[in-house]
């Protein structure tokens, strides 16, 4: 079951604003100072660059930004069903099924049928990566490191190698 809450949030000129909250990860956060708080991360406004590219609203992060958001996503996986889609409370399922998790992961659909599988445990990652082949429903399953240069929009290979 799926459920959303929000907090509340002041700001140094006592305007309020509500931000959500997820219920997976418990993150509170805060306006201060002109700086965001989640927990005990800190993002100033100077981090966060603001601008229109062609009249199309354009936002740019310092590489600290990008630094930490790489190692937020060190332990996660992009996955692809081949020739089939499935929907993410499908494939949820599914895949604790045959991956048998030591820890909860989190499943994000993101487009193209791609879909981010972000892992709580190092073990987990290792093993979803070097086991294999993930087979759901007579279909493979790719698996892949997540990379900051990865892009949904790009084609995906109509043929891949597998080990059987």
Do not use: C
Request: charge should be negative; glycine fraction near 6%.
């Amino acid at each position: 079951m799926l459920s959303s809450s929000s907090i509340s949030t002041v700001d140094k000129n006592g305007e309020g604003d509500s931000l959500p909250e997820d219920s997976n990860t418990r993150n509170r956060t805060t306006i201060q100072d002109g700086h965001f708080f989640v927990d005990n991360f800190s993002l100033t406004e100077q981090e966060v660059k603001k601008s229109f590219v062609d009249d199309v609203p354009s936002i740019d992060f310092s590489e600290r930004v990008y630094q930490l958001l790489e190692k937020e996503m060190s332990t996660s996986v992009v996955l692809k069903m081949l020739g089939r889609n499935l929907g993410i409370t499908t494939l949820h399922n599914r895949l604790y099924g045959i991956w048998r998790p030591s820890k909860p992961f989190q499943l994000m659909d993101i487009e193209n049928g791609y879909f981010i599988a972000k892992f709580q445990s190092t073990d987990d990652y290792d093993k979803i990566l070097s086991q294999g082949p993930w087979v759901i429903f007579g279909h493979y399953l790719t698996v892949q490191p997540w990379t900051i240069d990865f892009n949904p929009s790009l084609p995906y290979p109509n043929m891949i190698l597998t080990w059987i």
